[in-house]
């Protein structure tokens, strides 16, 4: 009773010392915001089973576990995995509770009515009242000094060597509660807090303010301070745990739920009624506001019971019934309405030298000493500059304005001179000659000093007439971007670059020159230019830009290019930039920001200038369809971590496929899928995978965000399978993860099967080298009956030119001679003379005729005079007779062979005839000759009595036939027969032909 006393007094002293000073202190800060953060939630819709997020858990391999009153959840950062009764056997309840991992990697969940559960190796398994488990709600789960598993139930046990021991029966079961400690375990009923620590127990009994009746969380953090939250408000801190050390106190009218120490030492804190703390120089910073309904369903649903804080500093709140909340730091400050602008939606951006900031939108607004001043004088401003004099330009819709002294003046007149009305000023840039040049909708116009203007269009030079940018190099000349593409502008001429000359695209948004001289070209849909030594390198989306939108290109002091697109900002390095210009690598790495990073509206605004700025701080400053974006690169984190990768999956033949170390596939599988993960919650939809099976492709397949690897056929073999990841910021885990894939051959690549084919082909090869040398000899046969059957041939046709010249010629010969004799025996008698001289005469023309026939069946004059065309119609006609009629449609063929080829193709049109003459017995015959665009085709087609086509090619073959099959083979053409008997026959012959 005297150490309660003791207590009590202490307690009161302490409340004295700390009350007075610090409830005005810490609520005077409250509202405080030491950094903004963006929520993310994650409910059922997203994938969990249920909205009840009590425990929270990275284990060692990079897991992020979550349990709910439906299911144990596994998350990569892209899907949950959800582990229940249905589909876990081991599991015996699907009300998860808590969560433990102990040093060896095994996973421990507490459930509400089912046990403990066992997560080791990928199977679960659930130890129960019937393995000796005192109750199955288990309450709590932590591990002692040595690594031994503390379990809560309705007393304190040990599990070891998976027997439960048990170490306290709590007097109030029902009434006890669990606190979280490093090592050890808080826990307290309606009458004391106990600790077990060392194996043994400590027990501190209530009094005085804390009273642990009205406890709702212990926690101790890592200094061995101990932190008491009460359900009617107010937060203790005892340190080192000492019930008889002062108390500080926090005088907080809040039910807390929760409570978490992160890695930099911070206090966490979350409520009943969903609002969340954080405890920063001894000040709680409210991150989330308490749920303002007074319905006890949206307070309970919204109460924070879980805080965790994983390896890349992201911290995530589990709730009653709304599901995960991850807490990202802002690492954009937007400037908008609520900030004093008049619009949102903004065009253009300036820093004068003086230091304020200039911001276009329907007017235009001055930011100065954090506070904005609005000028209504504008005409819809479009785009602002800075002149020589500290003047400010205001170009818009139809006006043109100067501000100095507080003071506008209108000069809209020089452009509308120019222009007429309808125009529009993109850009505005005073030179170092003291021009002024505006980039409108309708051209570039030059203001000079003395006030003389120029029109410079299309006509003159200019790659197009939509000017959206001016940008001026150190050599004075101009660069001008366009929707028609780049030019560069002399003072004279223009030289202009295109698509045509390499640029990635015509319409032109941005121009930056960096140190070195380089150029890097902004489009407005077709990515990023780097134009150096006359040469355009292009990157797109499929190279690893972030988007293919360039509205602003800004440079931060550690070497990166910020850029603006309708998606949001994103970053390259411009390192990697060079290395893909160098063919170094294949693929850039980008950070992109949005509205988790603070953006209200991801559409940024370009193609009015400035569409961005870096200013005298290093901040970047972005105009967009919501307020200025603000962002300091300085400030912008760099994960360092990269990414555990695991292989999660595989399916063969879409089929899910077992393996541990070694994934096999059995002949006939074909289909392969390999599922894998990389385990970052910074950014994940921005991870990027590499993968490669090693022994099918040595090189790296890039995978852009996707997490499965297709193959439509691996051969049988022994492969690598290998997967690497890079986080969002391009730090990749080069180890990655490996899985070893043994595809299995088929029975027929085995080296049995093989010793037994090689054998069978050893023998096939025989039996086809006896074939073949039979065809061999065959063909030797048949070519020695063609060659007898052409001499042959031969010999007839010198015993027809033979007759030919016996009978015909040499009887007209003879004749002659006899004429010529009588003629002389008869000198006296002229008129005798006279008519053997006319015999004579007659017998020399028939002579002559004869020579003439012969001479045209060795080769016909016509296709020297007159061409293959016509030489093939004057056979034709001759051989029109009473018997045959021939009828043809002959397209001209001449030039479409080479003259020492043009006999052949006569001779096998002659050779056609001859055979419906000599054998057909035909009324009539037709010949078709069609040339086409490499081909001539020749078609004969007679009515006469036709043959046995499979008869004949068994004899041989007639030699008409033969002959015409030859020539058609010298040529590398076809050549076709059908025949019927009584039927008429049909040749078809194709030669290859010069072009037509």
């Known amino acids: 009773m005297k150490a309660l006393t003791k207590i009590n007094h202490l307690l009161n002293f302490s409340l004295q010392i700390w009350f007075g000073g610090l409830l005005i202190g810490i609520f005077c800060v409250l509202d405080v915001y030491a950094d903004k953060y963006h929520f993310d939630s994650r409910d059922t819709d997203s994938g969990l089973p249920q909205n009840s997020v009590k425990a929270i858990l990275q284990t060692r391999d990079g897991y992020l576990w979550f349990t709910t ?55 679960f398994h659930t130890f129960s009242t019937d393995e000796g488990l005192p109750n199955n709600l288990v309450k709590s789960i932590a591990g002692d000094e040595n690594g031994e598993l503390l379990v809560g139930t309705n007393t304190v046990g040990r599990l070891k060597n998976d027997t439960f021991e048990t170490l306290f029966k709590q007097p109030h079961p029902d009434r006890t509660y669990f606190g979280k400690s490093p090592n050890g375990l808080w826990f307290w009923d309606n009458t004391a807090y106990y600790r077990l620590k060392n194996g043994s127990l400590e027990s501190h009994p209530t ?33 080192g745990g000492d019930f008889h050390s002062p108390v500080q106190y926090f005088p907080l009218r809040e039910n807390f739920t929760s409570a978490f120490q992160d890695r930099q030492g911070q206090m966490w804190f979350g409520t009943a009624s969903g609002a969340l703390y954080v405890l920063q120089n001894e000040r709680f910073v409210e991150l989330i506001k308490p749920q303002e309904s007074s319905t006890s369903d949206a307070v309970a649903g919204n109460g924070i019971i879980a805080i965790y804080q994983d390896r890349e500093g992201t911290i995530w709140c589990g709730t009653f019934a709304r599901g995960l909340k991850q807490l990202n730091r802002e690492i954009i400050t937007v400037l908008t309405t609520t900030d004093g602008l008049v619009s949102g939606n903004l065009s253009a951006i300036l820093e004068m030298s003086a230091g304020e900031i200039w911001i276009a939108a329907n007017n235009v607004s001055r930011y100065k000493d954090g506070k904005f001043t609005n000028y209504a004088e504008s005409k819809a401003a479009l785009a602002l500059a800075e002149d020589r004099e500290g003047a400010l330009w205001i170009g818009g819709i139809d006006g043109l304005l100067g501000f100095k002294d507080e003071k506008f003046t209108d000069f809209d007149e020089p452009i509308t001179k120019l222009l007429g009305i309808n125009f529009e000023i993109y850009d505005i ?44 190099n150190g050599n004075g000349d101009l660069w001008i971007g366009t929707y028609g593409g780049l030019s560069r502008f002399d003072g004279e001429s223009f030289v202009n670059y295109t698509e045509q000359n390499g640029l990635s695209g015509n319409r032109v948004r941005s121009i930056y020159e960096d140190a070195s001289g380089t150029f890097w070209i902004g489009t407005y849909d077709r990515g990023l230019n780097r134009f150096r030594d006359g040469k355009f390198t292009d990157y797109t989306t499929a190279d690893g830009l972030f988007n293919d939108g360039v509205f602003q290109i800004l440079e931060d002091e550690r070497g990166n290019l910020w850029m603006s697109s309708n998606r949001g900002i994103y970053r390259v390095a411009k390192s990697q930039l060079e290395d893909f210009a160098a063919g170094k690598i294949n693929v850039v790495t980008s950070v992109a920001y949005g509205k988790q990073d603070g953006l209200l509206n991801t559409e940024c605004n370009g193609g009015t200038q400035p569409a961005g700025v870096k200013t005298k701080d290093g901040r970047l400053w972005f105009p967009t369809q919501d307020g200025a974006a603000v962002i300091d690169p300085e400030d912008v984190p760099i994960n360092p971590l990269p990414p555990p990768v695991v292989i999660e999956s595989a399916m063969i033949d879409r089929q899910s496929a077992a393996f541990g170390d070694k994934l096999e596939i059995a002949p006939g599988k074909n289909d392969l899928q390999i599922n894998y993960t990389g385990l970052s919650f910074v950014k994940p939809e921005q991870v990027r995978f590499r993968y490669k099976l090693e022994g099918l492709n040595d090189d790296w397949i890039e995978a852009g965000n996707r997490r499965a690897a297709y193959y439509s056929y691996v051969p049988p073999g022994e492969y690598k399978f290998r997967v690497i990841a890079a986080n969002s910021d391009g730090v990749w885990n080069e180890s990655g993860a490996m899985i070893r894939v043994v595809v299995q051959p088929p029975f027929w690549r085995t080296w049995w099967f093989a010793a037994a084919l090689a054998l069978s082909f050893v023998g096939l090869g025989f039996l086809i080298y006896n074939r073949r040398v039979a065809v061999l000899k065959r063909a030797h046969h048949v070519q020695e009956a063609f060659s007898r059957r052409l001499i ?25 001679k006899n004429r010529a004799v009588l003629s002389l025996t008869a000198r006296e008698n002229y008129e005798r003379a006279f008519e053997q001289l006319d015999e004579i005469a007659d017998a020399a023309t028939e002579a002559l005729n004869e020579v003439k026939e012969i001479t045209y069946n060795l080769r016909p004059y016509q296709l020297d005079r007159l061409g293959l065309t016509k030489a093939i119609e004057s056979m034709l006609r001759r051989a029109s007779s009473d018997a045959t009629e021939f009828s043809f449609e002959i397209n001209s063929i001449d030039g479409a062979f080479p003259e020492d080829s043009e006999i052949n193709v006569y001779r096998i049109v002659q050779e056609s005839v001859n055979n419906i003459i000599k054998h057909a017995d035909a009324s009539l015959a037709k010949i078709r000759i069609e040339r086409r665009e490499r081909t001539v085709e020749i078609t004969i087609e007679d009515n006469g009595k036709g043959f046995d086509t499979e008869k004949t090619r068994a004899n041989g073959g007639g030699f008409g036939l033969l002959g015409i099959a030859e020539r058609a083979r010298m040529f590398e053409g076809e050549f076709e027969v059908h025949s019927t008997v009584g039927q008429g026959t049909v040749s078809s012959i194709k030669l290859p032909a010069n072009e037509s």
Do not use: C
């Not at 042959?792 to 002659?816: F, M, P, T």
């Open 69 to 123: 009153l439906d299911g144990a959840v596994r998350y990569d950062g892209a899907k949950f995995t959800v582990f229940n009764t249905t589909n876990s056997p081991g599991i015996r309840s699907n009300r998860f509770a808590n969560l433990y991992e102990s040093a060896d990697g095994t996973l421990w969940l507490g459930t509400e009515d089912g046990g403990l559960t066992r997560y080791q190796n990928g199977e």
């Open 207 to 239: 009094g005085g303010a804390l009273n642990s009746e009205y406890t709702s969380v212990i926690f101790e953090d890592r200094a061995g301070d101990l932190w008491i939250g009460r359900r009617d408000g107010g937060m203790y801190k005892l340190k």
């Open 429 to 472: 840039h005073p030179d170092r000659a003291g021009n002024l040049w505006f980039g409108t909708n309708k051209g570039l116009i030059r203001l000079g000093s003395d006030g003389a203007t120029k029109l410079f269009t299309t006509r003159d030079g200019l790659a197009g007439d939509n000017v959206k940018i001016i940008y001026e």
């Open 792 to 816: 042959e041939s031969q010999e007839q046709e010198r015993k027809r030119i033979a007759a030919e010249l016996h009978d015909g010629l040499g009887q007209s010969l003879v004749i002659i």
